[in-house]
Protein backbone atom coordinates (compact mmCIF):
# COMPACT_ATOMS: atom_id res chain seq x y z
CA UNK A 1 0.00 0.00 0.00
CA UNK A 2 1.70 3.55 -0.98
CA UNK A 3 1.37 5.89 1.46
CA UNK A 4 0.61 9.26 0.80
CA UNK A 5 3.22 12.34 1.35
CA UNK A 6 2.44 16.05 1.76
CA UNK A 7 4.04 18.34 -1.04
CA UNK A 8 2.92 21.80 0.49
CA UNK A 9 6.39 23.20 1.58
CA UNK A 10 7.46 26.32 3.08
CA UNK A 11 9.88 29.09 2.67
CA UNK A 12 13.41 29.06 4.08
CA UNK A 13 14.99 31.71 6.27
CA UNK A 14 17.49 32.50 3.65
CA UNK A 15 13.97 33.10 1.14
CA UNK A 16 12.28 35.54 3.70
CA UNK A 17 15.12 37.64 3.59
CA UNK A 18 15.60 38.19 0.40
CA UNK A 19 11.54 38.42 -0.41
CA UNK A 20 12.49 41.28 2.57
CA UNK A 21 15.45 42.90 0.70
CA UNK A 22 13.62 43.09 -2.24
CA UNK A 23 10.07 44.84 -0.61
CA UNK A 24 12.40 46.87 1.25
CA UNK A 25 14.38 48.33 -2.28
CA UNK A 26 11.11 48.78 -3.60
CA UNK A 27 9.58 50.30 -0.56
CA UNK A 28 12.52 52.30 -0.57
CA UNK A 29 12.68 53.42 -4.37
CA UNK A 30 8.56 54.35 -3.66
CA UNK A 31 9.26 56.62 -0.74
CA UNK A 32 12.21 58.39 -2.83
CA UNK A 33 10.26 59.37 -5.49
CA UNK A 34 7.55 60.33 -3.51
CA UNK A 35 9.94 62.42 -1.14
CA UNK A 36 11.40 63.99 -4.52
CA UNK A 37 8.01 64.80 -6.23
CA UNK A 38 7.26 66.34 -2.56
CA UNK A 39 9.97 68.33 -2.94
CA UNK A 40 9.24 69.59 -6.21
CA UNK A 41 5.90 70.41 -5.75
CA UNK A 42 6.78 72.63 -2.72
CA UNK A 43 9.50 74.07 -4.33
CA UNK A 44 7.45 74.74 -7.50
CA UNK A 45 4.32 76.26 -4.70
CA UNK A 46 7.12 78.48 -3.29
CA UNK A 47 8.71 79.74 -6.18
CA UNK A 48 5.35 80.62 -7.94
CA UNK A 49 3.96 82.62 -4.57
CA UNK A 50 7.31 84.38 -3.85
CA UNK A 51 7.80 85.64 -7.54
CA UNK A 52 4.10 87.30 -6.67
CA UNK A 53 5.56 88.71 -3.45
CA UNK A 54 8.52 89.96 -5.42
CA UNK A 55 6.85 91.83 -8.06
CA UNK A 56 4.56 93.72 -5.91
CA UNK A 57 7.76 94.99 -4.00
CA UNK A 58 9.69 95.63 -7.25
CA UNK A 59 6.67 97.04 -8.45
CA UNK A 60 6.66 99.65 -5.64
CA UNK A 61 9.66 100.59 -5.73
CA UNK A 62 9.95 101.09 -9.88
CA UNK A 63 6.79 103.25 -9.68
CA UNK A 64 8.03 105.46 -6.49
CA UNK A 65 11.79 105.53 -7.64
CA UNK A 66 10.71 106.91 -11.18
CA UNK A 67 9.61 110.19 -9.45
CA UNK A 68 12.54 110.81 -6.99
CA UNK A 69 12.94 114.32 -7.17
CA UNK A 70 16.44 115.92 -6.75
CA UNK A 71 15.56 118.89 -4.35
CA UNK A 72 12.26 120.78 -3.30
CA UNK A 73 12.06 123.65 -5.46
CA UNK A 74 9.76 127.25 -4.71
CA UNK A 75 9.46 128.69 -7.50
CA UNK A 76 8.27 132.66 -7.74
CA UNK A 77 5.79 134.56 -9.35
CA UNK A 78 8.51 136.00 -11.70
CA UNK A 79 9.68 132.55 -12.62
CA UNK A 80 12.47 132.26 -10.59
CA UNK A 81 13.40 128.95 -8.88
CA UNK A 82 14.77 128.40 -5.29
CA UNK A 83 16.29 125.35 -3.74
CA UNK A 84 15.19 124.76 -0.78
CA UNK A 85 16.44 121.21 0.48
CA UNK A 86 18.36 119.05 -1.80
CA UNK A 87 16.97 115.70 -2.13
CA UNK A 88 19.19 112.71 -3.39
CA UNK A 89 19.02 109.17 -4.16
CA UNK A 90 21.01 107.81 -1.28
CA UNK A 91 21.86 104.06 -1.79
CA UNK A 92 23.85 101.39 0.41
CA UNK A 93 27.39 101.09 -0.69
CA UNK A 94 27.52 97.47 0.43
CA UNK A 95 25.13 97.02 -2.64
CA UNK A 96 25.77 99.88 -4.91
CA UNK A 97 28.29 99.79 -8.27
CA UNK A 98 28.28 102.82 -11.34
CA UNK A 99 28.87 101.73 -14.27
CA UNK A 100 30.24 98.10 -13.39
CA UNK A 101 28.86 94.42 -12.40
CA UNK A 102 27.06 94.30 -9.93
CA UNK A 103 27.75 93.47 -6.04
CA UNK A 104 25.46 91.62 -4.03
CA UNK A 105 24.73 92.30 -0.33
CA UNK A 106 23.62 89.74 2.34
CA UNK A 107 20.07 90.33 3.29
CA UNK A 108 20.09 88.43 6.10
CA UNK A 109 20.93 90.75 8.63
CA UNK A 110 20.65 91.00 12.56
CA UNK A 111 19.14 94.30 12.80
CA UNK A 112 16.88 96.94 10.32
CA UNK A 113 19.72 98.32 7.40
CA UNK A 114 18.84 100.74 5.19
CA UNK A 115 18.98 100.25 1.34
CA UNK A 116 17.45 103.13 -0.25
CA UNK A 117 16.33 106.98 0.57
CA UNK A 118 14.85 109.21 -1.66
CA UNK A 119 12.27 111.92 -1.78
CA UNK A 120 9.22 112.68 -3.86
CA UNK A 121 7.96 116.42 -4.16
CA UNK A 122 5.91 118.49 -6.07
CA UNK A 123 6.84 122.11 -6.06
CA UNK A 124 5.88 125.48 -4.15
CA UNK A 125 4.07 127.98 -6.67
CA UNK A 126 3.62 131.26 -5.46
CA UNK A 127 0.83 133.18 -6.82
CA UNK A 128 1.02 135.10 -9.74
CA UNK A 129 -1.69 138.07 -10.52
CA UNK A 130 -0.55 138.10 -14.16
CA UNK A 131 -1.79 134.57 -14.76
CA UNK A 132 -4.31 134.76 -12.22
CA UNK A 133 -3.47 131.24 -10.58
CA UNK A 134 -3.45 131.20 -6.69
CA UNK A 135 -0.82 130.16 -4.40
CA UNK A 136 0.04 126.51 -4.24
CA UNK A 137 1.99 124.93 -1.54
CA UNK A 138 4.34 121.81 -2.47
CA UNK A 139 4.42 118.50 -1.22
CA UNK A 140 6.42 115.83 -0.04
CA UNK A 141 6.98 112.17 1.04
CA UNK A 142 9.69 110.35 1.59
CA UNK A 143 10.62 106.70 0.82
CA UNK A 144 12.88 104.16 2.26
CA UNK A 145 13.63 100.64 1.89
CA UNK A 146 15.07 98.36 4.63
CA UNK A 147 15.88 94.95 5.20
CA UNK A 148 16.01 92.44 8.37
CA UNK A 149 16.49 88.81 8.03
CA UNK A 150 16.25 88.17 4.58
CA UNK A 151 12.16 90.40 5.08
CA UNK A 152 11.62 93.78 3.51
CA UNK A 153 10.54 96.98 5.09
CA UNK A 154 8.77 99.91 2.94
CA UNK A 155 8.47 103.28 4.16
CA UNK A 156 6.72 105.54 2.07
CA UNK A 157 5.37 108.38 4.80
CA UNK A 158 5.01 112.26 4.75
CA UNK A 159 5.94 112.59 8.32
CA UNK A 160 9.59 113.59 8.24
CA UNK A 161 9.64 112.63 12.04
CA UNK A 162 8.66 109.46 11.05
CA UNK A 163 10.23 109.18 8.52
CA UNK A 164 13.49 109.76 10.09
CA UNK A 165 13.10 107.01 13.27
CA UNK A 166 11.12 104.42 11.41
CA UNK A 167 12.07 101.32 11.85
CA UNK A 168 14.75 102.72 13.58
CA UNK A 169 17.14 105.61 12.91
CA UNK A 170 18.26 107.11 9.86
CA UNK A 171 21.99 106.38 9.29
CA UNK A 172 23.84 108.88 10.16
CA UNK A 173 25.11 109.78 6.46
CA UNK A 174 21.87 110.41 5.34
CA UNK A 175 21.31 114.30 6.46
CA UNK A 176 19.51 115.96 3.00
CA UNK A 177 15.67 115.69 3.60
CA UNK A 178 13.49 117.92 4.90
CA UNK A 179 12.69 118.41 8.55
CA UNK A 180 9.24 119.78 10.23
CA UNK A 181 10.33 123.36 9.95
CA UNK A 182 10.06 122.60 5.98
CA UNK A 183 7.29 120.02 5.73
CA UNK A 184 4.34 120.80 7.87
CA UNK A 185 1.00 122.13 8.41
CA UNK A 186 2.04 125.92 8.30
CA UNK A 187 5.34 125.63 6.18
CA UNK A 188 5.31 125.89 2.62
CA UNK A 189 5.51 122.23 1.69
CA UNK A 190 2.67 120.11 3.35
CA UNK A 191 3.02 116.75 3.84
CA UNK A 192 1.22 114.24 1.31
CA UNK A 193 -0.55 111.97 3.51
CA UNK A 194 -2.57 110.22 0.21
CA UNK A 195 0.76 108.84 -0.87
CA UNK A 196 1.68 106.93 2.81
CA UNK A 197 2.64 103.51 2.43
CA UNK A 198 4.30 101.83 4.84
CA UNK A 199 4.55 97.76 4.39
CA UNK A 200 6.44 94.56 5.25
CA UNK A 201 7.12 92.07 2.49
CA UNK A 202 7.60 88.91 4.09
CA UNK A 203 9.43 87.14 1.83
CA UNK A 204 12.97 85.74 2.21
CA UNK A 205 15.53 88.11 0.03
CA UNK A 206 18.81 86.31 0.26
CA UNK A 207 20.72 89.22 -2.03
CA UNK A 208 20.24 92.34 -3.63
CA UNK A 209 22.28 94.68 -5.81
CA UNK A 210 22.30 97.69 -7.47
CA UNK A 211 23.44 98.85 -10.83
CA UNK A 212 23.47 102.45 -12.25
CA UNK A 213 24.56 103.44 -15.35
CA UNK A 214 25.29 107.64 -16.86
CA UNK A 215 27.94 110.30 -17.12
CA UNK A 216 28.51 110.56 -13.11
CA UNK A 217 26.84 110.39 -10.05
CA UNK A 218 25.43 113.63 -10.35
CA UNK A 219 23.87 112.36 -13.22
CA UNK A 220 22.79 108.57 -13.24
CA UNK A 221 20.45 107.73 -16.03
CA UNK A 222 18.24 104.79 -14.88
CA UNK A 223 19.10 102.22 -11.89
CA UNK A 224 18.69 98.27 -11.93
CA UNK A 225 17.93 96.22 -8.34
CA UNK A 226 18.69 92.53 -8.31
CA UNK A 227 17.30 90.96 -6.07
CA UNK A 228 17.85 86.84 -5.13
CA UNK A 229 15.29 84.71 -3.29
CA UNK A 230 15.94 81.79 -1.57
CA UNK A 231 13.43 79.32 0.38
CA UNK A 232 14.82 78.57 3.70
CA UNK A 233 13.97 75.19 5.59
CA UNK A 234 14.53 74.64 9.17
CA UNK A 235 16.77 77.59 9.38
CA UNK A 236 18.92 76.81 6.03
CA UNK A 237 19.01 77.58 2.44
CA UNK A 238 17.79 75.02 0.22
CA UNK A 239 18.06 74.48 -3.66
CA UNK A 240 14.66 76.83 -4.87
CA UNK A 241 15.94 80.27 -5.70
CA UNK A 242 14.21 82.52 -7.90
CA UNK A 243 15.76 85.78 -9.08
CA UNK A 244 14.04 89.43 -9.98
CA UNK A 245 15.17 92.24 -11.45
CA UNK A 246 13.90 95.80 -12.29
CA UNK A 247 15.27 98.91 -14.13
CA UNK A 248 14.11 102.39 -13.66
CA UNK A 249 14.82 105.21 -15.17
CA UNK A 250 15.54 108.08 -13.02
CA UNK A 251 14.10 111.86 -13.48
CA UNK A 252 16.91 114.14 -14.78
CA UNK A 253 19.97 115.78 -12.95
CA UNK A 254 19.02 113.17 -9.89
CA UNK A 255 21.97 112.54 -8.09
CA UNK A 256 22.85 109.13 -5.96
CA UNK A 257 24.84 109.36 -3.12
CA UNK A 258 26.54 106.27 -1.31
CA UNK A 259 26.28 105.74 2.46
Request: charged share 20%; with cysteine.
Amino acid sequence: MRLKTDCRRGFTLIEILIAAGVLSLFMTGVFSLYRSGSKGFVAGTWRAEEQKRAQLFLSALSRDLSMANPALLRIEDDGARTVVQNTPIYVNKDMFRFNANPVFMDANTKNWTCLLAFSISYPYLEANATFATPLENGKWSGVAIWVKERKVRYVRTSDPNFYSSHPVGMPGAIVQFPGPGIVGPGADFRPDPDQNRNRDFDFNLDQIACVATGTSLASPRVMEFICRFARIEGGKKTDAEIVQNVTVKLASMTPIVTF
